[in-house]
């Protein structure tokens, strides 16, 4: 099956371990979130796909061949990365150029089809740029390469309300015309939950979840009411965090829902991919 396939991936800077044994897989035609807080290890994986660093272990497969310093492997991906990896002083239409050199898949018309819609002049420098026309030049020629993976890091940073909007209708119209794997690495998680397809939560280096998105979401709910009410419930549960207001709590739990207690003042509801994604990576672990 057509894939990126992470092996037992580990990268240690000093002391520091980034990423330990890391395993885990993109499946081709799927959109995912790729998901974790600052410093969980998300740029550093990303770094070792996109062939920037290197892993101190393990292995990255794409389609089967390995990635290591192989452009086999990395003609079929591209990454839209926060560092700005550019020439600063060439114009946007130059930068278009180069990149259909590299790539014999970007389309440059369509480049400039996007660019467009985004009203991004493609005469100036890439330093003229304010930080979020940068990212929307780099999310424009993601958009326009016609490569089986797209990994988007951070890709709105910089970027008011109506063009993340935009951004996220170019990116569905895109992938219904043309499917592929886009991964989405970002802390907005609530504007692309309606996107995504698959979760990828990492945390300390380590891969907590991997899962549809509907099956997580069902798998958890919450857990409202009076403290002592609520604790009742959950006694025996997998609890993964909870709010306190004055005599008031809402537990959040993962697993089957159980009918409440006769007379119960208790409410449940579901849990949202971002307060599941916050309560999981403050307890560490499912």
């Not at 990255?60 to 550019?86: Q, T, W």
């Not at 890439?126 to 490569?147: C, D, M, N, P, R």
Request: aromatic share 10%; hydrophobic share 40%; with cysteine.
């Amino acid at each position: 099956m057509n894939a990126i396939r992470i092996h037992d991936v580990t990268k240690k800077y000093g002391n520091v371990t980034a990423l330990d044994h890391v395993s885990l897989s993109f499946e081709y035609g799927k959109i995912y979130g790729f998901l974790g807080r600052n410093g969980a290890g998300k740029s550093t994986l990303i770094n070792i796909i996109a062939n920037r660093i290197f892993a101190d272990s393990g292995e990255v497969l794409i389609d089967g061949i390995p990635a290591k310093e192989n452009m086999r492997a990395h003609e079929k991906i591209f990454c839209m990365s926060e560092a700005d990896l550019y020439d600063t002083s060439l114009k946007v239409k130059e930068h278009f150029k180069w990149i259909g050199r590299f790539y014999d898949s970007f389309d440059i018309e369509k480049a400039f089809r996007i660019a467009e819609k985004f009203e991004l002049d493609t005469n100036r420098r890439f330093k003229a740029l304010s930080k979020g026309y940068q990212s929307i030049f780099k999310l424009t020629a993601a958009l326009a390469l016609e490569v089986p993976y797209v990994i988007f890091d951070e890709p709105v940073l910089g970027l008011d309300a109506n063009h993340r909007e935009l951004f996220y209708e170019l990116l569905l119209k895109d992938y219904e015309q043309n499917e592929r794997t886009i991964v989405i690495a970002t802390h907005l998680i609530e504007e692309v939950a309606n996107l995504i397809e698959e979760v990828v939560l990492i945390d300390r280096g380590k891969v907590l979840v991997q899962e549809n998105v509907g099956t997580l979401l069902e798998s958890g709910y919450s857990v409202t009411g009076l403290a002592e009410e609520v604790d009742a419930y959950c006694n025996g549960k997998n609890v993964i965090g909870s709010d306190e207001a004055g005599s008031l709590k809402a537990a959040y739990v993962l697993g089957d829902r159980t009918p409440l207690p006769k007379n119960s003042h208790l409410q449940i509801s579901a849990m949202n991919l971002q307060k599941l994604f916050v309560k999981l990576t403050e307890k560490g672990g499912r």
